[in-house]
């Protein structure tokens, strides 16, 4: 089947830079996206890799390599704010599903 | 605009019980997206639509049903209600050009938060 795979939780000082990696078990997947939830919320959009590599947002960036099926998502200069749960989501090319990995708890400490 | 927006925000249901959630967008998406979501976990999808008249299962669809007569709104509805089924349900959508959807990003609503008791 198709899934995604990451660490359930990660903790991190403030102003450290974090990665929370995400490994696929497909090779259907077009694609990586990345979403953050603070709890209670709903899940809002980070950034996306469609090709291999470094993709920069400000603080964020993501990576994908899909000879490894395998991408992170690097957070520099944590803030207290940054903690929240994280998401990697594949989109299974053949049909259109979005599938989202079982998430990552990030918490910053002072 | 209002974005994803979905009523009710919260609901109880007896077991056997039958209820629809809904879901309407106002961004002219194609794409809509239903997820479940249980206590510290995961999204699942239980089904999504690329279009009105289009829908298809996710990866958890038993017990739910959908339709798609219009692009702005795609209701979930619940038949039968089990424990199993309490959870926080998110609608979503995006504007899901072909096989370049990957780089379109979900918009999400606020969420249903459903207990069936």
């Known amino acids: 089947g198709q899934s995604l795979e990451q660490p359930s939780e990660v903790t991190a000082v403030e102003g450290a830079i974090v990665q929370i990696n995400c490994t696929y078990q497909t090779s259907g997947f077009y694609g990586l996206s990345w979403y953050q939830q603070h709890d209670g919320g709903a899940p809002t959009f980070l950034s996306y890799?469609?090709?291999?590599g470094l993709e920069e947002t400000g603080r964020f960036s993501s990576f994908l390599s899909r000879s490894d099926s395998y991408g992170y998502l690097l957070l520099q200069e944590l803030q207290m704010k940054d903690s929240a749960s994280y998401f990697c989501?594949?989109?299974?090319?053949?049909?259109?599903?979005?599938?989202f990995g079982s998430g990552t708890r990030l918490l910053v400490r002072p | 605009n209002a974005g994803v927006t979905q009523t009710p925000k919260f609901r109880i249901l007896k077991i056997g019980q039958s209820m629809t959630l809904q879901c309407a967008q106002d961004?002219?998406?194609?794409?809509m997206y239903w997820y479940r979501q249980d206590p510290g976990m995961g999204l699942k999808l239980i089904y999504y639509s690329v279009g009105a008249g289009i829908t298809d299962k996710g990866e958890v669809p038993n017990g739910y049903n959908v339709s798609r007569s219009t692009t702005e709104d795609f209701p979930l509805r619940l038949e039968l209600a089990a424990p199993s089924q309490t959870s926080v349900y998110f609608c979503?959508?995006?504007?899901?050009?072909?096989?370049?959807?990957?780089?379109?990003?979900?918009?999400f609503g606020n969420g249903t938060r459903l207990t069936v008791t």
């Open positions: 890799n469609a090709l291999d």
């Open positions: 961004m002219n998406h194609n794409y």
């Open positions: 989501a594949g989109l299974l090319g053949s049909s259109y599903k979005l599938i």
């Open positions: 979503a959508s995006s504007t899901g050009q072909g096989t370049s959807s990957y780089n379109s990003p979900l918009h």
